[in-house]
């Protein structure tokens, strides 16, 4: 049965009664599978990690920006060092936050998505979908290299700054530590995608159209 929380409004799991459960609500369809996960957090390192993060929610909910959160978490979590993902178009962004991090004592290992430098023609992307077709090298994103050269370096948790939509999951899928995004990348809305949810049905959008490229 298909999932549509986005779209309730019975809000049943936020009452301590659980009443008026739509009939695809997961807490009534897949509860064995919501008590498995419910014990999955009596691991010592998970309970510990998730007790601080909600602590923090009550301590900086409209109090912190995300960055002193994300900051003030690695220093309750007892991280000394910190890796930092990001993306050459946020080079700028990215030694701000390395700045702040180790003012906060935090040892900091900083890796930018061209690492290694290969040629995107390497992974079969003819110069024609170059971001700059003009250009006969352009160098790939390398998200699974970030992640094993912050997994060698050791470092025991990850902030991610905009890394491309694709880019930022492989990473993700191949650090060893938890991570957290702090910037998604949004050139056309100032690196805020919110502001395109806002305007949806502000005619923002204009036609869907997947020929960017010639196919």
Known sequence: ?????????????????????????????????????????????????????????????????????????????????????????????AAVVTKLLRHAGIQVESVRCKCGGTDKTHFGIPQSHFVHPENDFEPACNPIGQAMLLNDAGVEFNIVIGLCVGHDSLFLKNANQLSTVLVVKDRVCGHNPVAAIYLHDHGYWGPMKEDVHEK
């Open 1 to 93: 049965m298909t999932f549509t929380c986005a779209e309730c409004r019975t809000y049943s799991c936020r009452r301590p009664e659980h009443d008026k459960m739509p009939a695809n609500c997961p807490m009534q369809t897949r509860k064995e599978l919501l008590d498995q996960a419910k014990l999955a957090y009596e691991d010592p390192e998970t309970a510990h990690f998730f007790r601080e993060s909600a602590l923090l929610e009550a301590d900086a909910y409209g109090r912190f920006p995300r960055l002193k959160e994300t900051i003030v978490f690695c220093q309750r979590m007892g991280y000394t060092h910190v890796g930092v993902a990001f993306c050459a178009a946020l080079e700028q962004e």
